[in-house]
């Protein structure tokens, strides 16, 4: 459980807030390339660590996050004209470029110089991986992007897209560094029949089914924390190493269909970056860092219809809170555990369920909850050093964030580190 005082700590990211200031620290996702795909698009609402901005694309292809309100009245950017290589708010006509300069003030005197001294709150924003990134920190301190592999692949290797859940970041993040969870809510009820102990086939499915409470080993890294599963699998152990990156990504261990190991297989991973507190933009990438996707990948790791999907044109999923889920109950006695088709929707049913933002102080943890305690403990003392004067250094490393995540057998004998190439970095 948390003390009241640290649950508000890690769960309140406005400006001013410790987390909230931590997070500002690093670049963070903040809306699709697809959302302002072409030059003098149509502006878009930015909603991010509870500030209301507006995205363009000028007419140079420069990217502009710029405050929601116009700082003349306070009207509306979003209804705003995207022309000329700026924003122009409709009420009077002034124009900002993508940083933020008023350019041109048509409601004031020719000879005035007043637009000199107006400029609209804007943020550097930076399109990669299929994302626009925003760093909203002190413009001193801006970092280098953060290294990930899956940022650098070519479109046929990476799918990049967002859903909506209705809670707090802190809550959805510690549901994909839960290893333990996947043993029962993500559960097809056929992959909890015993299987021959000498069986070449098993996959990842049925390793997590066949031993339901895995030992965790947490090794504290420089970019995070390397949160390591282990299962017995027979003469073997099933290994499940997932990666924790500060402040909010996760890379996914690969699936074992057949073999030993996930090396040729795409992975993926998720970023929860806080739309306020009490709502998240659930990130998720597929990629393959060796070849292009199969036929068969394209058409599951489909950004809308795929296994994050099904979502609507504004991101949100079509089985949300409002619907239950659309909970089957003969599906869940016949078929899974849940009910609830599709994993992402079995994710946010109990992180949704929590409540929007969850009561710490009220939770029982036990053995299977490891990295949830280290998390809480990491970002709360990053959180706090910031508040004391020291700057994170992870921020400001982005060749850190330059790591896999891995699945694999290995003999009983052997150490986690003498299973697999995937827990090397990918330089």
């Given amino acids: ?13 406005g400006e001013g807030t410790p987390m909230g200031e931590l ?42 996050i710029v405050d929601a309100y116009c700082p003349h009245r306070r009207a509306g950017m979003f209804f705003g004209r995207n022309e000329e290589c700026g924003l122009r708010c409709v009420y009077h006509g002034w124009k900002f470029d993508v940083d933020g300069n008023c350019v041109e003030m048509p409601s004031e ?8 001294k107006v400029k609209i709150k804007s943020y550097p924003a930076v399109a990669k991986g299929g994302a626009v990134w925003i760093y909203m920190g002190p413009p001193d301190l801006k970092p280098e992007i953060p290294n990930f592999e899956w940022a650098g692949l070519p479109e046929k290797q990476l799918v990049v897209t967002k859903r909506l859940q209705e809670c707090n970041w802190a809550q959805a993040l510690e549901g994909g560094i839960d290893s333990s969870h996947i043993s029962f809510l993500h559960r097809n009820l056929e992959d909890l029949k015993p299987k021959p102990e000498n069986d070449k086939n098993k996959s990842s499915a049925d390793f997590a089914a066949a031993d339901r409470h895995p030992v965790f080993f947490i090794d504290e890294t420089d970019y995070g924390h390397r949160i390591s599963a282990r299962r017995n699998a027979g003469d073997d152990y099933y290994w499940r190493v997932t990666q924790f990156l500060v402040p909010f990504h996760t890379l996914i261990p690969p699936q074992i269909k057949e073999g030993r190991d996930c090396v040729g297989h795409s992975y993926a991973g998720h970023a929860w970056v806080p739309i306020d507190d009490e709502n998240v933009w659930t990130w998720s990438f597929n990629c393959n860092p060796t070849r292009e996707f199969n036929e068969w990948e394209e058409n599951f790791f489909h950004p809308r219809t795929g296994m994050w999907g099904p979502i609507d044109d504004d991101y949100k999923p079509l089985a949300n809170k409002g619907n239950e889920y659309l909970i089957d109950r003969k599906v869940q006695t016949d078929d899974n555990y849940t009910g609830i088709l599709g994993i992402p929707n079995q994710d946010a049913a109990v992180q949704e369920s929590m409540g929007l933002i969850c009561d710490r102080t009220s939770e029982r943890l036990g053995t299977s909850d490891k990295a949830i305690i280290a998390f809480r403990k990491r970002l709360l003392k990053m959180a706090k050093d910031l508040e004391a004067g020291i700057e994170p250094p992870e921020a400001s490393a982005s060749e850190i964030f330059n790591i896999r995540s891995a699945t694999y057998l290995a003999d009983t004998d052997k150490s986690i580190d003498e299973g697999s190439d995937w827990l090397t970095k990918t330089q």
């Fill in 1 to 13: 459980m948390l003390r009241q005082s640290d649950n508000d700590m890690l769960t309140r990211v």
């Fill in 109 to 116: 005197p020719a000879e005035s110089d007043f637009k000199h």
């Fill in 23 to 64: 997070l500002r620290r690093f670049w963070m996702p903040a809306l699709l390339e697809e959302e302002i795909s072409e030059p003098d698009c149509d502006p878009v609402r930015v909603r991010i660590l509870g500030e209301d901005l507006v995205a363009f694309k000028d007419t140079d292809g420069n990217i502009g």
